[in-house]
């Protein structure tokens, strides 16, 4: 079985530009969920999709958003970047229902120049 | 609010020593509880989860973990430290749905031959 994939691995941007991630989750797997790492702030987490809804929402600005789509694959937005940005992104994969785990990806790393 | 505290921020064992990794959480109802551990630049790997029930949970990789609800612990233990256990540890907490998870700032592991 397939784990989390996420895509691209590395990225570099410029301030200003924006960037799309996406992450396909473990097949039959209806919750995705997406966390920023870095050093300074550790995990924190930006939002939760299940069956293409937002189910919940972390403490960031606008600038990030994200969609679930009918196959239960997600991406996520940044618009704008600032180099506070530069981070590993990590989603995470779960059935969504009570009592399940979730199973994360190998990350993004972004490093916005 | 939910949160983890992980109060080592480093810890060195030797090599065949035991380990114990500390996690206190704040959480207003029934805690979900789970250890991660990340290599370098790669994602999280689920080590082990409480849910309910017995209160010694067994993981992988040779790894258990006891919830004490009475003082809000849920620390992590090894009997014999291998090389390959190097890593960073984190602990987090979640409701029943593990799509959104609070994290503690992790445990960096470092293991002496």
């Known amino acids: 079985k397939a784990g989390v994939t996420q895509t691209p691995r590395y990225l570099i941007k410029t301030r200003g530009q924006q960037v799309t991630l996406s992450c396909s989750p473990i097949s039959g797997h209806r919750s995705v969920s997406w966390y920023q790492q870095t050093p300074g702030q550790g995990l924190q987490f930006l939002f939760e999709?299940?069956?293409?809804?937002?189910?919940n929402k972390g403490n960031f600005p606008g600038r990030f958003s994200g969609r679930q789509f009918s196959n239960s694959r997600s991406e996520m937005n940044v618009s704008t970047l600032e180099l506070g940005d530069s981070a590993l992104y990590l989603c995470?994969?779960?059935?969504?229902?009570?009592?399940?785990?979730?199973?994360f990806g190998q990350g993004t790393r972004l490093t916005v120049v | 609010a939910q949160s983890v505290t992980q109060p080592d921020i480093h810890i060195t064992v030797s090599e065949g020593a035991s380990l114990e990794l500390r996690c206190n959480y704040s959480?207003?109802?029934?805690?979900?509880l789970f250890w991660y551990v990340q290599s370098p630049g790669q994602g999280l790997q689920l080590l082990l989860k409480y849910f309910s029930g017995d209160t010694l949970v067994q993981g992988i990789k040779g790894f258990e973990a006891e919830f004490k609800r009475s003082q809000s612990s849920f620390n992590l233990r090894k009997p014999s430290v291998h090389w390959s256990d190097a890593a960073e540890y984190f602990c987090?907490?979640?409701?029943?749905?593990?799509?959104?998870?609070?994290f503690g700032d992790g445990t960096t592991l470092t293991v002496k031959p």
């Open positions: 995470a994969s779960s059935r969504g229902r009570l009592n399940t785990e979730a199973f």
């Open positions: 999709y299940f069956s293409e809804t937002q189910r």
């Open positions: 959480y207003g109802a029934t805690p979900y």
């Open positions: 987090a907490v979640s409701g029943p749905n593990a799509g959104k998870s609070t």
